[in-house]
């Protein structure tokens, strides 16, 4: 009988305000306050509280039966600090159970390995020194931003230190092969990778509330089976927490569901557990030979949601290469500032594919388009670059 990981991914990114050419050497303020501050209310009055409180008296009631794991983006935690501590102490009340265990990621939740080690490995220190600061946990596993997972970065994760690491379950690389079990990336010495189960993931974040779906409603009895006889070690269901109650309205009886999942579960034999439990338990079965950048983003499954057009590249491209200009002002709310460009959402909504993958993206932005959301980040860009005095090519 498989065990079930369950697996939330919790943030919020700092959105930018429309800065327009006219703002460039007059206004180093880039942020949209008032909206960032309003999205957080929103958002933790329809999915943070009601969630983390449904969670607390699970995690009160079943004891040990009952385990969650959670990745917080620094960004979000900085967010909460400023904005909603209620929230943080909710969160920290959870964790306080015994029953919640913390994964680390980069702080500013970005993509930059593959531009510069040096900050990725900054951005984790800065996260595991928060997480220590607000939770008391250094935590063994780590998921990078987006679920984004390649052979050379489960290398260079494990040198940093980490026991194990998250990834998608992408049907390609398994090749007819579960993603239910614990693979090893093939250059790796030890570190242990856990996949998402795709399909069991997506019935609760897409297809739970669509009337069309022949499953629907989801019933947590079904769901449990489902689970039961899924196969393998440990079956990884990995989401967004925002799903519940914001993505998915109370009104569609998701609160239930999670309520009543737990019951469900052990009367099917299933037993709840974590990341690290689960690599501390189980063997690994074979390699995961991702020589390709995967993700759980869209239907591509790789970095195409921020890199797909001209725009995402420049912009990308053009933030990162600031990196050396930055750091040697040794300005810490410039670096911070510069650092919070980063985050993988700006880029995000910059994608222009349409089609379904298009509307997700769409439905997210706080901008009017793609454009808008270019021309915002580069003329704040462009600001920043002229505070740090360094020029483009």
């Known amino acids: 009988m498989p065990e079930l990981a369950l697996y939330f991914q919790a943030h919020q990114p700092n959105r930018l305000k429309p800065y327009t050419f006219f703002d460039i050497g007059r206004d180093p303020f880039y942020e949209d306050d008032e909206l960032n501050r309003d999205i957080l209310h929103r958002v933790s009055d329809s999915c943070y509280i009601p969630a983390n409180r449904l969670f607390m008296e699970l995690a009160d009631t079943l004891g040990d039966d009952f385990k969650l794991t959670y990745s917080l983006s620094g960004v979000f935690l900085e967010q909460l600090e400023h904005h909603r501590p209620d929230v943080l102490a909710s969160f920290q009340d959870l964790v306080a159970t015994g029953s919640v265990e913390l994964l680390c990621e980069t702080y500013y939740h970005a993509l930059s390995f593959r531009a510069s080690g040096e900050e990725f490995a900054r951005q984790v220190v800065k996260q595991q020194e928060t997480l220590d600061r607000l ?194 002002h040794q300005n810490p709310e410039l670096l911070h500032q510069w650092s919070k460009m980063q985050t993988s959402d700006h880029y995000y909504y910059m994608f222009t594919k349409g089609g379904p993958d298009g509307a997700v993206h769409d439905h997210f932005s706080p901008y009017p388009s793609p454009y808008d959301a270019y021309l915002y980040f580069m003329n704040a860009l462009s600001d920043l670059q002229v505070r740090v005095g360094e020029s483009f090519d």
């Not at 596993?141 to 050379?152: K, S």
């Not at 196969?231 to 925002?242: C, K, N, P, R, S």
């Open 135 to 328: 939770f008391g946990v250094k935590p063994k596993v780590f998921r990078h931003t987006e679920l984004i997972y390649f052979n050379e970065i489960a290398a260079f994760v494990e040198e940093l230190g980490f026991e194990g690491m998250l990834g998608e379950g992408v049907p390609h690389l398994l090749n007819g092969r579960s993603p239910n079990v614990l693979y090893q990336a093939p250059n790796v010495k030890s570190m242990k990778t856990m996949l998402r189960n795709n399909p069991l993931s997506d019935d609760v974040a897409f297809r739970f509330a669509d009337p069309s779906w022949e499953d629907y409603p989801l019933t947590p009895e079904r769901y449990a089976k489902w689970i039961a006889h899924a196969g393998g070690d440990v079956v990884g269901v990995f989401l967004d927490y925002e799903t519940i109650g914001e993505h998915i309205g109370c009104d569609k009886g998701v609160f239930d569901f999670w309520r009543g999942l737990p019951a469900a579960l052990k009367k099917e034999g299933v037993a709840m557990t974590t990341p690290s439990e689960a690599i501390g338990e189980f063997k690994v079965a074979g390699e995961y030979d991702a020589h390709e950048v995967t993700s759980w983003a869209d239907s591509t499954k790789d970095l195409s949601a921020w890199k797909s057009n001209a725009m995402q590249a420049e912009a990308k491209a053009k933030i990162l290469s600031l990196e050396k200009a930055v750091k040697s």
